[in-house]
C-alpha cells in the first residue's frame, strides 16, 4: 500500500524496491545488515563466488584426504556427539552418522518460525559455510542456496535450542530437506520436501564426514532473529521519535529540553540524535512556538532525548555484535588447510548473542514504556485537552480503554524482558554444563518488538488525535503531511467505535512503508 503520493523522498521515505533480476554473490566480504536488508527487499537471488566455491572445494578435498589417512578419533567425524564424543565410528558408518545426527536432532517444537526468518537463516548458514573451515560439500551448499532462490523455506520450530552447541533443533529442521525429508513452504503450501524433490528433479544429498555437524552446529536462528529485529528496531526507533513529536505537540509541550546545549554537555550519541530529530520533526510548527502557561514537562515528553537515546545506543551494541555474528564460522569442529589442522572448540556458544538479545529487548520495552505514559498522559484531560480526547466524554468513553490495552502490553514487555542469558541448564550428561539460553531471548526479543508496533500504534492514535483539539494551529509541515495521509487509513473518533480496528489499522499504516537508511544513523 502506498502511503504517500506526494514528494515523501525529501523526507526519506521511499518504496520497496522490488527488483527480481538482482544477485548477491556469496563471498568473505562483510556482510552487513545493511547489505542482509538489501537482499532481502530487493529479492535478490544467491550464487556463490568463484572465491567462495574454491574454498569450499579446498576444504572438503583436504577433509578426505584427512580422513583417508587418519585413523585417530575427531570429534564429530568419526566419533559420537555431545556426550557420545569418545565413541569411535567405522569410516564405512561416517555418511550414516551424518544423516542419524541430523535426524536425530529434529525434535523442535512450539509455533514455527516466520518465514522471513527461516529465509534469513538459510542465507546466513550458507554465509558461514563459505569460508571454508566447515569442510561442507559444494553441492550441499548449492542445494541450500537452491532452496532459498526457490523460497523453499524449510518448516522450523521456535522451541528446542539451548543457543550453546548451536541451535541444533532448529537448524537439524532447516537441514531435513536435503535429505528429502521433514516439510517446507512452497508456492504457499506446506508439503513434504519429496515433494519438492520430484518437483526440482533433486536427489537427497548424501551427507559426507563432518556435514551434518556443519550444518547443525552454528548461531543462525539466534542470528537471524537478531538481525530480523534490529532491521525493524531500527525503523521503529525512528517512529517512537516521530510519534513522541506529535505527541509533545498534542499535549502542548516544550521546546527548550530539546536545546542542542543541554545534549552537548551529556554527549550521549543517541541523545543527541534524538534531540536533533525532533527539532527537526518540528521545524515551522505553529503549536510549538506558541506561547506556554507551563513551565515544564512530564518526563515523559521532557526527557524523550535520554531515554530514547539510550535505546539507540543500546541497539548500536547490538548491531555491532550480530555484525561480527553473521560474518563468521560458528560450526564445530573448525578446519585449517594452511596449518594442517581440525580443531574442536565452541564457536557454536551464543553468549554474545544472547547478552546482546536480553539487551535488546530491554531497550525495546523502555521504548514501549515511555511511550505508553505520553498516551497516559494525553487522555488525562490536562491542557486544555478533553478527557480521553473526545467530545462528550461520559456519554463516549473515547481513548480511555486503548490505554488500558498499552498498559498491558508495557507490561507485558517487562515480563518479557527479563533477561534468558542469566539461565543455564545442564545438558548430554554434563558434556554440555553451560548454555547460553539464547535461542529463547530471541523469540522473547521478537514478541517484545512486535509488541512496539501496537504500543506505537496506540499512541500515534491518541497523538493525532490531540493534535486536532489544537486547531486551527498547525504543526510543522512534515507532521502535518504524515498525519494527513494517516487520516486516509483512520479518521478522527468524533464518538465511540470498535477501536480494534483502528488499532490494526494504525500497525499496518506504520509497518506499510521504509525509512531511508541514512536517516536511522
Known amino acids: 500500500m502506498l502511503l504517500f503520493n506526494i514528494d515523501l523522498l525529501n523526507f526519506g521515505y521511499s518504496k520497496f524496491d522490488t527488483k527480481m533480476d538482482n544477485t548477491h554473490y556469496i563471498s568473505t566480504e562483510i556482510l552487513s545488515l545493511e547489505i542482509v536488508q538489501e537482499i532481502i527487499s530487493q529479492h535478490k537471488s544467491l550464487e556463490l563466488s568463484d572465491e567462495a566455491k574454491v574454498n569450499i572445494q579446498k576444504c572438503r578435498d583436504f577433509l578426505d584426504k584427512k580422513m583417508a589417512s587418519h585413523s585417530e578419533p575427531i570429534y564429530g567425524i568419526n566419533t559420537g556427539f555431545g556426550s557420545l564424543c569418545n565413541v ?230 547490538v548491531k555491532k555484535v550480530f555484525k561480527t555474528e553473521i560474518n563468521s564460522v560458528t560450526d564445530n569442529p573448525n578446519i585449517f588447510i594452511e596449518s594442517d589442522q581440525i580443531i574442536s572448540g565452541g564457536n557454536f556458544h551464543g553468549q554474545p548473542l544472547a547478552l546482546a538479545l536480553d539487551f535488546m529487548a530491554i531497550a525495546l520495552a523502555e521504548l514501549g514504556s515511555i511511550s505508553e505514559r505520553r498516551t497516559y498522559q494525553l487522555i488525562s484531560g490536562l491542557r486544555n485537552l478533553p478527557a480521553f480526547l473526545v467530545d462528550n466524554p461520559g456519554l463516549n468513553s473515547g481513548l480511555m480503554i486503548p490505554q488500558y490495552t498499552a498498559a498491558s502490553i508495557a507490561s507485558q514487555n517487562k515480563q518479557l524482558a527479563t533477561p534468558s542469558s542469566v539461565d543455564s541448564i545442564v545438558s548430554s550428561n554434563g558434556q554440555e554444563d553451560h548454555v547460553s539460553m539464547g535461542a529463547n531471548g530471541a523469540t522473547k526479543a521478537l514478541r517484545v518488538m512486535d509488541n512496539i508496533e501496537r504500543i506505537l500504534a496506540i499512541e500515534l492514535m491518541n497523538a493525532s488525535q490531540a493534535i486536532q483539539y489544537r486547531r486551527p494551529l498547525k504543526s510543522s509541515d512534515f507532521i502535518e503531511m504524515f498525519l494527513a495521509a494517516y487520516r486516509e487509513e483512520v479518521s478522527f473518533i468524533k464518538e465511540d467505535r470498535i477501536l480494534h480496528y483502528d488499532i490494526e489499522k494504525t500497525v499496518s499504516f506504520l509497518n506499510s512503508f521504509q525509512i531511508e537508511e541514512d536517516l536511522l544513523s
Open 88 to 317: 569411535k565410528i567405522s569410516n564405512e558408518n561416517l555418511s550414516k552418522l551424518q544423516e542419524n545426527l541430523v535426524k536425530s536432532h529434529a525434535c523442535g517444537t512450539g509455533e514455527e518460525v516466520p518465514s522471513v526468518i527461516v529465509k534469513l537463516m538459510l542465507l546466513l548458514k550458507i554465509q558461514s559455510l563459505s569460508y571454508g573451515h566447515s569442510g561442507i560439500q559444494l553441492q550441499t551448499v548449492d542445494r541450500l542456496i537452491g532452496f532459498y532462490n526457490n523460497d523453499i523455506l524449510p518448516v522450523i520450530y521456535t522451541q528446542g535450542s539451548l543457543g550453546a552447541s548451536g541451535d541444533l533443533a532448529p537448524l537439524a529442521h532447516l537441514s531435513l530437506p536435503l535429505l528429502g525429508e521433514g516439510e517446507v513452504y512452497f508456492e504457499g503450501k506446506k508439503v513434504h520436501s519429496s515433494v519438492i524433490m520430484k518437483h526440482f528433479n533433486w536427489e537427497p544429498i548424501v551427507l559426507q564426514s563432518k556435514e551434518g555437524l556443519a550444518l547443525l552446529n552454528g548461531t543462525q536462528f539466534m542470528s537471524a532473529y537478531g538481525a530480523h529485529i534490529l532491521m525493524k528496531a531500527n525503523k521503529f526507533s525512528y517512529l517512537a521519535d516521530l510519534i513522541a513529536t506529535i505527541s509533545l505537540e498534542g499535549f502542548d509541550g516544550r521546546i527548550e529540553p530539546f536545546h542542542e546545549l543541554i545534549h552537548f554537555i551529556r554527549p550521549h550519541k543517541g541523545q543527541i540524535v534524538t534531540a536533533t530529530r525532533v527539532k527537526e520533526f518540528l521545524e515551522g510548527s505553529e503549536i510549538i512556538e506558541q506561547e506556554k502557561t507551563h513551565v515544564q514537562d512530564p518526563y515523559s515528553f521532557r526527557c524523550i532525548p535520554q531515554v530514547h537515546g539510550a535505546s539507540k545506543d543500546a541497539f548500536e551494541y
